[in-house]
């Protein structure tokens, strides 16, 4: 079983920034795809936020927080970050790491492992 411990998460204002953090498994974590999803309390499904492929090279956001948020990873520390800039009230949700064996992606479903979650409230 692989697993996945987030951190990071907390309350801020709006227009804010916090960053997110995922540890995954050091011996096979570069050959994981990597992505980050959100879940708010009135949503039934998580939701896409952003991902990136083994090596950094490939990476793709959710269209309401490309311009704020800044998916990276760091094989060397097995970990994988999420910047989030100029939040805005509608980012809350508890936000979820995910792992998959494969090069990531915007499909809940294709991923292989999660992590437990962290909460993200922005107040306004």
């Known amino acids: 079983q692989v697993q996945l411990v987030e951190s990071g998460g907390g309350l801020v204002q709006a227009g804010g920034s916090l960053t997110l953090s995922c540890v995954g498994p050091?011996?096979?974590?570069?050959?994981?795809?990597m992505g980050w999803f959100r879940q708010a309390p009135a949503q039934k499904e998580r939701e896409f936020v952003a991902s990136i492929n083994w090596t950094g090279e490939e990476i793709n956001y959710e269209d309401a927080v490309k311009d704020r948020f800044i998916i990276s990873r760091d094989n060397a520390k097995n970990t994988v970050y999420l910047q989030m800039n100029k939040l805005k009230p509608e980012d809350t949700a508890t936000y979820y790491c995910?792992?998959?064996?494969?090069?990531?992606?915007?499909?809940?479903?294709?991923?292989?492992?999660w992590g437990q979650g962290t909460q993200v409230t922005v107040s306004s």
């Open positions: 995910a792992a998959q064996r494969g090069p990531g992606g915007e499909v809940a479903g294709f991923y292989d492992y």
């Open positions: 050091r011996r096979t974590f570069s050959t994981y795809g």
